[in-house]
C-alpha cells in the first residue's frame, strides 16, 4: 500500500513538474525575440531531414523495401540551404471546390467545418504533388514529418512555404494560423521526381499547373 502511495505521489509530482515546465517555456517563446516564418520552416526542414537520416527512426515505422528506397534518396541530399523558397497562399475551400468543379461540395456544412477544411487545404496540395509517385511515397513522406508549434505574428493566413533544394528532394512547410499569433507548422518532403534537384528559380510545370487548377499564387521568397 505504502509503495503504491509513494508512486502515486511520484507521478503527481512528475505531472506538475511538467506542466511548469511546458507553462516556462510558453512564456519564455512568447518573450523571446521571434523568429520568421523562413526560420521556423528551416528548422522543420533540419527536424524532417534528421529523421530521414537516421536510419533507426525510420525503421519504427517499416520495413518496406520501397519506402526504405525513398528513405535512401531523402537521406542521400543536402537539406542545409535551399536554392529557392517559394511562398504559397491559399483560397478559402469554397474556391477550390469550384475550381475543381465541385462548387457544392461546401453546402450544408457550419463555419466550424468550413475552419477546418479551409485549415486543411495546405496539406491536402501537399498531399497530392507526392501522391503522383504512388503509395510508397505517400508513406514515405508522412514518415518524416516533423510538427512545431510557436507565436510568429508575421503570418496573417494559411500558406506554405516551399523550399526547393539543388540536391535533395523539397520540403513543404504547412503554417495554420490560429489565435494572438499562435501558429502550428508541419514539415513534409514532397516526394515529386518532377521538383527534385532543382537549381531554377522558375516553377516546375507540375508545381504550376496544379497551383493554377486551385487557384493558389505562389510568390519567390528574397
Excluded: W
Aim: with cysteine; glycine share 6%; aromatic share 8%.
Amino acid at each position: 500500500m505504502k509503495n503504491k502511495t509513494k508512486r502515486l505521489l511520484l507521478i503527481t509530482a512528475l505531472f506538475a513538474a511538467l506542466s511548469l515546465l511546458s507553462g516556462c517555456q510558453g512564456k519564455a517563446s512568447a518573450a523571446e525575440n521571434e523568429k520568421t516564418a523562413y526560420e521556423y520552416g528551416m528548422e522543420l526542414v533540419a527536424t524532417a531531414a534528421e529523421m530521414a537520416k537516421n536510419e533507426n527512426f525510420g525503421a519504427v515505422y517499416s520495413s518496406s523495401e520501397e519506402i526504405q528506397a525513398f528513405t535512401e534518396k531523402i537521406a542521400a541530399g543536402n537539406y542545409e540551404t535551399p536554392s529557392f523558397t517559394y511562398q504559397i497562399s491559399l483560397p478559402a475551400i469554397d474556391s477550390i471546390a469550384a475550381s475543381l468543379g465541385a462548387s457544392d461540395l461546401c453546402d450544408g456544412l457550419s463555419e466550424t467545418l468550413r475552419e477546418q477544411l479551409n485549415h486543411q487545404a495546405a496539406s491536402v496540395i501537399v498531399s497530392q504533388l507526392t501522391a503522383s509517385e504512388g503509395t510508397a511515397a505517400l508513406a514515405a513522406s508522412s514518415i518524416y514529418r516533423a510538427n512545431k508549434v510557436f507565436v510568429c505574428r508575421e503570418l496573417e493566413a494559411d500558406c506554405i512555404y516551399l523550399y526547393l533544394f539543388e540536391n535533395g528532394y523539397p520540403v513543404a512547410v504547412t503554417f495554420a494560423v490560429g489565435e494572438n499569433g499562435a501558429v502550428s507548422a508541419t514539415g513534409t518532403f514532397v516526394l515529386c521526381e518532377e521538383l527534385r534537384n532543382v537549381s531554377s528559380a522558375e516553377i516546375p510545370e507540375r508545381l504550376n499547373t496544379l497551383l493554377q487548377l486551385l487557384g493558389c499564387t505562389a510568390k519567390l521568397l528574397p
